[in-house]
């Protein structure tokens, strides 16, 4: 039997009935990004006063959205541990309740709605396979009993999943999250929350009162803009790269007919990660191997044959991109004049994001949110407890003049061949039927040289994560430009 292989997530749905921005416009809000942030932050503020305006770049939920794993859980590996660590047990606990809360809202979303997204009850794990990680997974249970979590413990996996032991609760959910997107975009339409996608912001500029954000064609004033575009294309007024890694992780889906309803997460390195989904009468199993700071590692390729090494054949194999911060909580909040922003969740989006929809609601509408001081994008950070943040930061400083002065020809498929025209890096990649791709190898966001990821093929920064198709496409920022050749640039 042949089975076609996608290089794509299990989730992808290509949208219909997209309109993207044609002419001047003037909102309350203006929503950029269309991510589980972004149409979040829109639901909550569909019944306000205001007008409020979305514009995605390309579809929605096309961006890490649409490569997550789908679980809604608040069992998140260690996560309360290092938060205990770097900001004391009373952030810790508060972080817990956010996580909570942001489940209840959702399955609230999705009952009043009555939301078809394949939401179903999912106990989570968290388990290790390793003897001295054990005493971390208890200590991690401790405290969420502390804070009055119904966790237990077991020294297996459902399905016969061998693990030395596991933690894990029960009152939670996995789901499909373009399902739910999509459903929440049809609401926000009807009720006249204008949804533009194909519509990329490529300027954002305060003008005393309002701010002025252009696309290629048209242009939008807002009185309050709000940024859940993953990470932001501009420097200032965030300083973004200064602020957070990258994480890269390799996932893959394939069949299976041992199908249980339950999903986990180790605490190893390499991590694994595993849930299952039934998709057009099919059941998968998702599986997650290996992550790493994507400033560290550039050899895709490689992961993808460890991850290959579980279980092979896949029939979607696809890679995916989220942001760390220093304390290991999200950026939340105001940055700048009626700026907001919404990012740095871990890995851990679908509750953050749908949390980060309640929560700039209620800042834009001046309203107070329990959370809002613990995710302030503003908080000082304890420098001496993060300190292997600057060693990151170090790293991907390296990283990035390394690949400035060296190209790394190692890291490439032999399709590829580089050459310099007027001044400017090229690189060709020859297909399968011989017909040649040709783009710009360095990334228009800060010029980091792009890495050929020649499983997924597609050219991927090794510095920021922005991504492009094999003809330059952009499909991941922050880059906010193609790299397709053209004669004249
Ligand atoms: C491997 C992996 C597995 C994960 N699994 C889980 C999980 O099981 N559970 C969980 O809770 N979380 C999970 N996450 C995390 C979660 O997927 C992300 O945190 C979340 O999807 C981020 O959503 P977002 O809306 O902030 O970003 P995105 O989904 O990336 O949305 C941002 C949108 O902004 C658009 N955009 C960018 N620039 C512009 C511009 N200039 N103009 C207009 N639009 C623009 C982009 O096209 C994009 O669609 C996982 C992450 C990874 C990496």
Same mark, same amino acid.
């Given at each position: 039997?042949?089975?076609?292989?996608?290089?794509?997530?299990?989730?992808?749905?290509?949208?219909?009935?997209?309109?993207?921005?044609?002419?001047?416009?003037?909102?309350?809000?203006?929503?950029?990004?269309?991510?589980?942030?972004?149409?979040?932050?829109?639901?909550?503020?569909?019944?306000?006063?205001?007008?409020?305006?979305? @514009?995605?770049?390309?579809?929605?939920?096309?961006?890490?959205?649409?490569?997550? $794993?789908?679980?809604?859980?608040?069992?998140?590996?260690?996560?309360?541990?290092?938060?205990?660590? !770097?900001?004391?047990?009373?952030?810790?606990?508060?972080? !817990?309740?956010?996580?909570?809360?942001?489940?209840?809202?959702?399955?609230?979303?999705?009952?009043? +709605?009555?939301?078809?997204?394949?939401?179903?009850?999912?106990?989570?794990?968290?388990?290790?396979?390793?003897?001295?990680?054990?005493?971390?997974?208890?200590? =991690?249970? +401790?405290?969420?009993?502390?804070? %009055?979590?119904?966790?237990?413990?077991?020294?297996?996996?459902? +399905?016969?999943?061998?693990?030395?032991?596991?933690?894990?609760? =029960?009152?939670?959910?996995?789901?499909?999250?373009?399902? /739910?997107? +999509?459903?929440?975009?049809?609401?926000?339409?009807?009720?006249?929350?204008?949804?533009?996608?194909?519509?990329?912001?490529?300027?954002?500029?305060?003008?005393?009162?309002?701010?002025?954000?252009? $696309?290629?064609?048209?242009?939008?004033?807002?009185?309050?803009?709000?940024?859940?575009?993953?990470?932001?294309?501009?420097?200032?007024?965030?300083?973004?790269?200064?602020?957070?890694?990258?994480?890269?992780?390799?996932?893959?889906?394939?069949?299976?007919?041992?199908?249980?309803?339950?999903?986990?997460?180790?605490?190893?390195?390499?991590? #694994?990660?595993?849930?299952?989904?039934?998709?057009?009468?099919?059941?998968?199993?998702?599986?997650?191997?290996?992550?790493?700071?994507?400033?560290?590692?550039?050899?895709?390729?490689?992961?993808?044959?460890?991850?290959?090494?579980?279980?092979?054949? /896949?029939? /979607?194999?696809?890679?995916?991109?989220?942001?760390?911060? %220093?304390?290991?909580?999200? !950026?939340?909040?105001?940055?700048?004049?009626?700026?907001?922003?919404?990012?740095? /969740?871990?890995?851990?989006?679908? $509750?953050?994001?749908?949390?980060? %929809?309640?929560?700039?609601?209620?800042?834009?509408?001046?309203? =107070?949110?329990?959370?809002?001081?613990?995710?302030?994008?503003?908080?000082?950070?304890?420098?001496?407890? @993060?300190?292997?943040?600057?060693?990151?930061?170090?790293?991907?400083?390296?990283?990035?003049?390394?690949?400035?002065?060296?190209?790394?020809?190692?890291? !490439?498929?032999?399709?590829?061949?580089?050459?310099?025209?007027?001044?400017?890096?090229?690189?060709?990649?020859?297909? =399968?039927?011989?017909?040649?791709?040709?783009?710009?190898?360095?990334?228009?966001?800060?010029?980091?040289?792009?890495?050929?990821?020649?499983?997924?093929?597609?050219?991927?920064?090794? #510095?920021?994560?922005?991504?492009?198709?094999?003809?330059?496409?952009?499909?991941?920022?922050?880059?906010?430009?193609?790299?397709?050749?053209?004669?004249?640039?």
């Amino acid at each position: 039997m042949v089975i076609k292989m996608h290089k794509n997530s299990l989730w992808e749905i290509k949208s219909k009935e997209n309109s993207s921005l044609e002419k001047e416009t003037e909102v309350d809000v203006l929503i950029i990004g269309g991510g589980i942030t972004g149409i979040s932050t829109a639901y909550h503020l569909k019944d306000s006063n205001l007008k409020v305006a979305l @514009v995605e770049a390309n579809t929605i939920g096309s961006g890490v959205t649409s490569k997550t $794993t789908g679980k809604l859980t608040y069992l998140q590996e260690d996560l309360y541990l290092k938060i205990q660590n !770097y900001c004391g047990k009373e952030v810790a606990k508060k972080y !817990y309740e956010s996580q909570k809360e942001a489940i209840k809202l959702v399955e609230k979303i999705i009952t009043e +709605n009555d939301i078809a997204c394949d939401f179903v009850k999912s106990p989570s794990y968290v388990f290790t396979n390793n003897t001295s990680n054990i005493g971390t997974l208890q200590k =991690e249970k +401790n405290l969420l009993l502390s804070f %009055g979590a119904s966790i237990k413990e077991s020294s297996s996996l459902p +399905n016969n999943i061998p693990c030395k032991y596991s933690i894990y609760v =029960e009152d939670t959910y996995v789901f499909h999250p373009l399902k /739910y997107l +999509n459903a929440l975009k049809k609401i926000l339409q009807k009720n006249k929350v204008k949804v533009y996608e194909h519509s990329r912001i490529l300027s954002i500029d305060w003008k005393n009162d309002f701010y002025l954000c252009k $696309t290629k064609d048209a242009f939008i004033k807002a009185k309050s803009v709000v940024l859940a575009l993953h990470y932001p294309y501009f420097l200032f007024p965030f300083l973004m790269p200064l602020k957070v890694t990258l994480e890269k992780s390799y996932i893959g889906a394939f069949p299976t007919n041992e199908a249980v309803n339950f999903n986990a997460i180790s605490i190893d390195n390499p991590v #694994c990660s595993m849930r299952y989904q039934e998709e057009n009468e099919k059941k998968y199993q998702i599986f997650l191997y290996d992550s790493h700071n994507i400033c560290m590692e550039t050899n895709d390729l490689e992961h993808f044959q460890k991850l290959k090494e579980f279980s092979y054949p /896949y029939e /979607y194999l696809w890679s995916n991109i989220d942001i760390i911060t %220093g304390d290991y909580l999200p !950026y939340i909040g105001k940055i700048h004049h009626h700026l907001f922003l919404a990012t740095g /969740y871990q890995t851990w989006g679908m $509750t953050n994001g749908s949390l980060a %929809g309640k929560m700039i609601s209620d800042l834009v509408m001046k309203k =107070e949110n329990p959370y809002a001081k613990i995710f302030d994008p503003k908080r000082k950070m304890n420098l001496g407890k @993060v300190v292997r943040f600057p060693l990151a930061m170090m790293s991907n400083m390296k990283s990035f003049i390394g690949e400035k002065l060296f190209l790394k020809k190692t890291w !490439y498929h032999e399709k590829i061949t580089f050459l310099n025209r007027n001044g400017k890096k090229l690189a060709i990649y020859t297909d =399968e039927r011989g017909e040649k791709h040709m783009v710009y190898r360095q990334c228009p966001h800060l010029k980091c040289n792009l890495i050929f990821n020649e499983e997924e093929l597609t050219w991927d920064c090794p #510095c920021h994560g922005s991504r492009f198709d094999l003809d330059g496409k952009c499909i991941q920022g922050p880059s906010n430009y193609d790299i397709c050749y053209k004669e004249e640039r």
